[in-house]
């Protein structure tokens, strides 16, 4: 039920050879804020919220970057999409969110430009998906612990700042779209920072029930490599000799990260039966332990 897209240019992964050079390391912006994983943000209390969990049974991750005579692309399988929105219906403005990605079994795939504006079909580079992965620390000589740290991206949507309408009950249909401006903390490298992203929400409804909800963003998130310490790197923990820099006319210093997902209503923000009828086998143990 759920399509996930989120187009994070990780292709900032992917390299030409790394050759041998000196250059300097000094990043050109500060880095973002270190921190290993997100909080999620507070949700709603609102009587009129519904918690929506993003399914992985459909979809993908992906991740775009332009490079003067290349398109760089990166493929995530959708089970390595989760998180939750919780959406408050009568003021959009109030709802919030988390979503995780995990970035294991990032594949990156290249177009190479044929004429001006047209590019030919995607082909894989095993040796540019090893660099992708040298490049983010998470390859093979990686040690598992800080693999698995740095393989987690994450966006969280702590406000709104914009809606076309906030209260949903305004609108009518099976379909009713809205879009958004929000802004949140988008991790990365186990580094975070600000970022703010706009939205179009599609919000399905059987009769007045909500059944899912679609969320895509209108156009694609900048994610600099520097700001997010994303290097050349020749191995876990070893910069390469080149630096971004250096292989500017090769790579992008920018991935542009776009985002589409489904989700539906879950165990988030639902009672759990269990936890609601305990008493009747307290009941029966207590009678059977006397």
């Not at 187009?7 to 804020?33: D, N, Q, T, V, W």
């Not at 493929?75 to 990605?101: C, R, Y």
């Not at 030919?120 to 095993?126: F, L, R």
């Not at 994303?230 to 923990?237: D, K, L, N, Q």
């Amino acid at each position: 039920m759920r399509s996930a897209i989120l187009s994070l240019p990780l292709a900032m992964l992917a390299i030409a050879p790394l050759a041998a050079g000196c250059g300097k390391s000094e990043p050109e912006k500060p880095l973002a804020e270190k921190a290993e994983k997100l909080e999620a943000p507070e949700k709603p209390k609102s009587l009129d919220a519904k918690t929506f969990t993003i399914s992985s049974d459909a979809g993908e991750v992906g991740f775009a970057m332009e490079a003067p005579f290349e398109q760089i692309l990166g493929d995530v399988p959708a089970k390595a999409i989760s998180g939750e929105v919780t959406v408050d219906f009568m003021d959009l403005t109030k709802s919030t969110g988390l979503v995780h990605v995990d970035l294991t079994e990032l594949e990156l795939f290249q177009r190479k430009a044929e004429k001006e504006g047209e590019y030919g079909e995607k082909v894989k580079s095993d040796l540019q998906n090893e660099h992708a992965r040298n490049w983010l620390e998470i390859g093979d000589d990686a040690p598992e612990e800080d693999k698995k740290k740095n393989a987690l991206v994450e966006y969280s949507v702590q406000k709104v700042l914009e809606a076309s309408e906030k209260d949903i009950s305004k609108l009518e249909g099976a379909e009713r779209k809205v879009t958004l401006k929000v802004e949140g903390e988008f991790l990365l490298h186990q580094r975070k920072a600000t970022k703010q992203a706009e939205l179009e929400v599609v919000f399905h409804f059987d009769g007045d029930e909500p059944k899912k909800i679609e969320v895509a963003t209108v156009k694609p998130i900048a994610i600099g490599l520097e700001e997010y310490d994303v290097h050349p790197r020749e191995a876990f923990g070893k910069l390469a000799a080149k630096t971004l820099g250096a292989l500017s006319d090769k790579v992008g210093k920018e991935a542009m990260v776009s985002v589409k997902f489904t989700a539906a209503p879950g165990a988030g923000g639902a009672a759990k039966p269990a936890a609601e009828e305990p008493s009747e086998e307290a009941a029966e143990a207590g009678e059977a332990g006397e």
